[in-house]
């Protein structure tokens, strides 16, 4: 298997482990970061700038679902560039930056940080979903090697 497609499976691997963790969550804890409403806010502005009309309601929820799928896979896929003695430190430092960077950039990006900083709760919450999504994604490149 070529070594593109063996980390672009890891990267997928990591963002379904990761929407996995994440509606589970959200289904048992009102605590659960919301990373899906930041998504929505995110992907409403992005097409409205470049002047098309947003989706809403569950056209919304699937556009925004996908576009996360397609960009956190294309983002953990870069775990599997380098060797194998340090994948999952790569994994858990993708994953790492990842969390870090959602709640710290969504202010920055013009928005609404709530739904993943309400408590310091949520706030590690989202860090650690992105770590084991990191993570993942370096298993699973590893285990295709």
Request: proline share 3%; glycine share 14%.
């Amino acid at each position: 298997m070529k070594p593109e497609i063996r980390n672009i499976l890891g990267g997928i691997t990591g963002a379904v482990v990761l929407n996995i963790i994440h509606e589970v969550a959200k289904r048992v804890s009102h605590k659960a970061p919301r990373i899906d409403m930041l998504g929505e806010e995110a992907f409403t502005k992005t097409v409205e700038a470049v002047g098309i009309e947003a989706p809403t309601g569950d056209a919304l929820t699937v556009s925004t679902f996908i576009a996360d799928l397609a960009s956190n896979a294309g983002y953990y896929a870069m775990i599997g560039k380098g060797d194998n003695d340090n994948i999952l430190i790569r994994g858990a430092g993708y994953g790492l930056m990842a969390g870090l960077g959602a709640i710290g950039l969504a202010k920055p990006l013009g928005l609404d940080e709530r739904p993943i900083t309400k408590t310091g709760e949520t706030k590690v919450l989202t860090v650690a979903w992105y770590l084991l999504g990191g993570l993942a994604a370096a298993l699973a490149i590893k285990s295709l090697r």
